[in-house]
């Protein structure tokens, strides 16, 4: 049977959220921020190891006390200039442990709200799958193509759209041979697409949010603290 393994990614230093501190160390319920991302996934019974890919000189891990989240979590420091080169790291971090038909879920550092329901929703999923797949919503809202004055150029039909989310779900083998020959993807479903296959959209739902600008920051303790979490 396939194991289930998790990389988080957390290299960048989230420059769009500013500030001197990286976005994924920043205070969330009395916690960094990535703290309750790990700690969702080291929760979940089915994956057996934790890697969060660290940037090799992160000074701000050090000054946390990271073992309330038990044996399953490993930190390395190999993370690349891009997302898709910290996963591609972290892949060949975790080659000795991982067999090609494993799954592999990879997480943004920066969504701290996803559920065990949705983890066990996704696995399940794509538990059969011949490709994997990712966590989504459809897109609900308006769409709207701005020009270079930022004026509306055109609405856009959204049919058939959706938000990518995380945690994407590929097996070891797959992913990995679809990030060496698409190192510039924005996600790890985008090198599988590239590859020629068709990832499937698990639906999840927008309370696993991505913080990305300071407001997000409070609605993901609203979250956290709602679930008992925070």
Request: glycine share 10%.
């Amino acid at each position: 049977m396939p194991r289930y393994y998790a990389i988080v990614p957390a290299a960048g230093s989230g420059t769009r959220f500013g500030g001197e501190t990286p976005k994924q160390y920043l205070p969330l319920a009395g916690r960094p921020l990535i703290y309750h991302t790990l700690g969702a996934l080291c929760r979940c019974a089915r994956i057996e190891r934790v890697w969060a890919v660290l940037s090799p000189d992160d000074i701000w891990w050090q000054k946390y006390c990271w073992t309330a989240l038990g044996a399953k979590l490993e930190t390395v420091f190999c993370g690349g200039a891009t997302r898709a080169g910290s996963v591609a790291n972290g892949l060949s971090a975790a080659a000795t442990a991982v067999a090609d038909d494993d799954w592999v879920l990879v997480h943004d550092a920066a969504r701290p709200c996803v559920s065990q329901a949705m983890l066990a929703a996704l696995c399940d999923g794509l538990a059969d799958d011949p490709v994997g797949g990712l966590l989504a919503v459809p897109v609900a809202d308006t769409l709207k193509r701005a020009d270079a004055a930022q004026r509306v150029a055109a609405t856009e039909p959204r049919d058939g759209l959706w938000q990518a989310q995380t945690p994407q779900m590929f097996r070891y083998g797959l992913l990995a041979g679809a990030l060496a020959n698409a190192a510039d993807v924005t996600d790890e479903a985008g090198a599988i697409e590239a590859a020629g296959h068709k990832p499937k959209l698990v639906r999840a739902d927008p309370t696993n949010l991505k913080v990305t600008y300071p407001a997000d920051l409070r609605l993901a303790e609203l979250i956290l603290r709602a679930r008992g979490d925070g």
